[in-house]
């Protein structure tokens, strides 16, 4: 996933949502686009995407930013973008160390798109499981 465009809106907010990968058996966690090992639940991890490539390009106006986690703000609009097959969930995230913030595109309602609040940051924290709770839920 990549911005659609950059903008600048005041992030109120130390929280939001990301989809993962979800395997049935162990429960175990997994990037939505990267997915190779388990993530770390309860504890924060940094990204590691700005090993190879720090930068990457919006979608519609070719601008830079930097390369990290993708966190929807709002729940209604990963729900929108993410309606979710079996395997996969939402998750609610914590995150620091934003370094750039643009809208997502999540659709269109009729003619007009849709676009969503998306922070990108270096580190996150996604919230464990609490029991009886629907993760798909906020």
């Known amino acids: 996933m990549c911005l659609s465009k950059l903008e600048n809106f005041k992030v109120t907010q130390n929280y939001g949502w990301q989809v993962f990968k979800k395997k049935k058996d162990t429960g175990e ?17 940094k990204d590691k995407f700005r090993i190879r490539d720090r930068w990457i390009y ?12 993708h966190i929807f703000l709002e729940w ?3 729900k929108e973008w993410f309606p979710g097959p079996d395997g996969y969930c939402i998750k609610k995230v914590r995150f620091k ?19 969503a609040k998306v922070v990108i940051c270096h580190k996150r924290f ?7 709770e629907n993760e798909n839920t906020p």
């Open 29 to 45: 966690l997994y990037g939505y686009y990267f997915g190779y090992e388990p993530l770390p639940v309860g504890e924060w991890q």
């Open 58 to 69: 919006t979608a519609e106006t070719n601008e830079i930013y930097k390369k990290g986690f």
């Open 76 to 78: 209604e609009d990963v």
């Open 97 to 115: 160390k934003v370094v750039a913030q643009g809208l997502q595109d999540i659709g269109t309602l009729g003619k007009q798109t849709q676009y």
């Open 126 to 132: 996604i919230e464990p499981d609490t029991g009886g």
